[in-house]
């Protein structure tokens, strides 16, 4: 049973992995063999049954003479036309005998059940039968006088030879018909269509086109021949869709390239003078004023400032560069031990937050990575103090270090109030802040998360955030063979 359901399912395979106007070929053949075989049918059946009409027609006309002849000499005396037989039967009951000299074959039953059925009946029977030796015949059997009855047979063979170069001629006509329909459908199939065939070339040049493009455009448009109404309604529809499309690209192409032009140069030209300010911070230390703890005050304030908008800067522009993909990538990769850059950030962390618990769990053993070591400590400074700004002060914050076979995974958990649901989804957003009434001073630029996941997505790792009152975990996963 599975061997012959192989090639089926081979066949079922390749009939639906072939072209849109093959399959529609096949389906009309289909259809037209199916219709071919009901007419054949309809008419082979209405043929033979004329013909065997006809020749019962015949029978009557020949038992006529044939039913005088035995009532006057009680048998036939006129020979029976070729190949057919004659018999005259006396029945009495259920029985018939045959009456000689009579035209018979060998072995006359068929005729002799015929001519005891007619005993019962009151008109002329008409039956089929195969007579051993001699093919199909046509009996008919009619009353000569009450107790005597004719039987007649006819053979068949001329009708079923009939039958036969009819049905050869059928299977002839309808098979070079079904043929000459699949080809030449075929061909007006396939000019029928192209015009899908060309929108499909069409979707393959915008497929083939590199819409990561800045000044992206989809200059290709579906121009082709006319294939009828619904034809016309869908070219224009996905020409329409085209055109759509290719606004929507250049006005993203335009944002973005707005975005990224307005980062870039705002970093490149506000660093200059911010490097003044600190300069002149620097130089007025030096300089002779009245009240030197006042100026001392401000200086401390504007260098302060200063460094803080310096970080800003910084984070934008690196950013910036994440985002643009640049041939040469902001990251300096190197073999790094995970576990030392994570004891590193422990360390500075509780030297800048002294009243904050901090817990460090990391192998014994190095977790060595291919990463930029310098953007891997920023990603874990910037987690560390996010869990600061936005905890209470004394809330325990835990380090985990972790890895198995394929990652290398760092978490960073406290036992702060959590993040509430409708903020977790933006948290990596630049500039979102959970908590709108925070300051600069207190809760941050909103950018250390936002730059957290660029750096991990850059190194081809993922960072995810799970939240709940009491627990909040960062978790940041780095392949071990990137």
Not at 201 to 212: K, V
Request: one cysteine or more.
């Amino acid at each position: 049973m599975i061997r012959p359901a192989r090639p089926v399912r081979r066949l079922w395979r390749a009939y639906h992995g072939s072209r849109l106007g093959t399959r529609l070929a096949l389906g009309l053949g289909a259809l037209s063999l199916l219709a071919f075989a009901v007419v054949g049918t309809a008419l082979t059946t209405y043929m033979r049954d004329y013909l065997e009409a006809r020749l019962v027609d015949q029978m009557k006309l020949a038992q006529v003479v044939q039913t005088k002849d035995a009532a006057e000499h009680g048998t036939v005396q006129r020979k029976p036309y070729y190949g057919w037989y004659t018999a005259v039967y006396d029945v009495s009951g259920s029985s018939a005998d045959l009456r000689k000299p009579a035209e018979v074959p060998s072995d006359p039953g068929a005729l002799t059940a015929l001519a005891e059925e007619m005993a019962d009946a009151d008109e002329d029977i008409t039956r089929t039968v195969r007579i051993d030796g001699r093919g199909p015949y046509l009996l008919r059997a009619c009353e000569v006088e009450p107790g005597v009855v004719l039987v007649s047979a006819a053979p068949l063979g001329d009708v079923e030879n009939t039958m036969d170069h009819l049905i050869a001629v059928q299977v002839v006509a309808f098979g070079l018909a079904l043929l000459a329909l699949v080809v030449f459908g075929r061909r007006m199939l396939r000019r029928g269509l192209q015009p899908l065939s060309d929108m499909a070339h069409t979707a393959h040049g915008i497929a083939s086109h590199d819409l990561t493009e800045s000044a992206a455009r989809l200059p290709l448009r579906d121009s082709g021949r006319d294939g009828g109404r619904e034809v016309a309604e869908l070219r224009t529809a996905f020409n329409a869709m085209l055109e759509h499309i290719d606004d929507s690209l250049a006005v993203r192409a335009e944002a973005e390239r707005r975005l990224r032009r307005f980062v870039a140069d705002a970093s490149h030209e506000l660093r200059t003078p911010l490097m003044s300010v600190r300069g002149y911070a620097d130089l007025f230390q030096y300089a002779a004023a009245n009240e030197p703890g006042e100026r001392e005050k401000h200086l401390a304030r504007l260098r302060a400032e200063a460094a803080r908008m310096g970080v800003l800067l910084d984070d934008l522009l690196l950013l910036a560069r994440l985002d643009a993909a640049e041939v040469e990538t902001p990251l300096r990769m190197a073999d790094t031990d995970l576990t030392d850059l994570a004891r590193q950030a422990a360390d500075a962390f509780r030297a800048s937050h002294p009243g904050r618990p901090l817990t460090l769990t990391a192998p014994a053993e190095p977790v060595r990575l291919r990463l930029d070591p310098q953007r891997i400590r920023q990603v874990l400074d910037n987690l560390l103090t996010n869990a600061a700004v936005h905890t209470p002060p004394g809330t325990e914050v835990t380090l985990r270090v972790t890895h198995d076979t394929q990652t290398a995974r760092v978490e960073v958990a406290d036992a702060g109030p959590g993040i509430p649901p409708a903020d977790r989804a933006r948290v990596f957003d630049r500039f979102y802040r959970v908590d709108k009434a925070r300051t600069r001073d207190r809760g941050g630029s909103g950018l250390g998360l936002a730059v957290v996941r660029s750096l991990v997505l850059a190194h081809g790792g993922t960072v995810e955030l799970d939240s709940e009152p009491g627990a909040t975990v960062f978790s940041v996963t780095l392949p071990l063979n990137p």
